[in-house]
């Protein structure tokens, strides 16, 4: 079965731009969790989705937003871009997400200049 | 702030040589889980760990999981050049936002032949 797909995997872009990526889970998977990675904070938790609602969210400014769609592909927005949300964006898919084990995309790496 | 710590950051082993990682949280978990991450890759889950004192094993992989579902610890014994990565252990904390996954910070293994 095909693995969690993320789009673009490479983006860069100005401060100020807003962004938009994308995520497909596994087919069957309704949960949807997104996580910052950088090398100095490490993984961080951004927001779970579940049947297209937000069932959890982590500490990041509301310029970080998602949603789900009903074909459980997600979709997360970063506006008013600053250098410091340079990092890799992960995408994770579930089939519950509570407790359940993680399966992650390549993710896409974003650069702000 | 990071709830979940790993010790330690870095290790750098000799092929056949030993290595564990310790992962300790601030407040209990309901689980962990263990991921782990090549250069250049995604995390990849390894193993979930439910019960207070529980140990898995995998092959040359022992997991652990304390008595108090407070810390766990990895070990593999002999290392290969295949162990190279970033450990991570994860684990759901309850908080404001949810029931969240956090990550710990990872340990870094590398291996020497």
């Known amino acids: 079965k095909a693995g969690v797909t993320q789009t673009p995997r490479y983006l860069i872009k100005t401060r100020g731009q807003q962004v938009t990526l994308s995520c497909s889970p596994i087919s069957g998977h309704r949960s949807v969790s997104w996580y910052q990675q950088t090398p100095g904070q490490g993984l961080q938790f951004l927001f779970e989705?579940?049947?297209?609602?937000?069932?959890n969210k982590g500490n990041f400014p509301g310029r970080f937003s998602g949603r789900q769609f009903s074909n459980s592909r997600s979709e997360m927005n970063v506006s008013t871009l600053e250098l410091g949300d340079s990092a890799l964006y992960l995408c994770a898919s579930a089939l519950s997400g509570v407790h359940n084990e993680q399966f992650f995309g390549p993710g896409t790496r974003l650069t702000v200049l | 702030g990071q709830q979940v710590m790993q010790i330690p950051q870095y290790q750098h082993v000799q092929e056949g040589e030993d290595f564990t990682t310790y992962c300790n949280s601030s407040t209990t978990l309901s689980n962990i889980q263990w991921y782990k991450q090549r250069p250049g890759g995604h995390p990849v889950f390894l193993i979930q760990l439910v019960k207070s004192g529980e140990v898995k094993k995998q092959k040359r992989l022992t997991f652990q999981f304390g008595e108090a579902k407070k810390n766990s610890s990895l070990h593999i014994t002999a290392t290969q050049t295949t162990d190279v990565g970033t450990y991570f252990c994860?684990?759901?904390?309850?908080?404001?936002?949810?029931?969240?996954?956090?990550f710990g910070t990872g340990t870094q293994l590398k291996v020497e032949l």
């Open positions: 989705y579940f049947s297209e609602t937000q069932r």
């Open positions: 994860a684990g759901y904390i309850l908080t404001g936002g949810g029931n969240k996954l956090t």
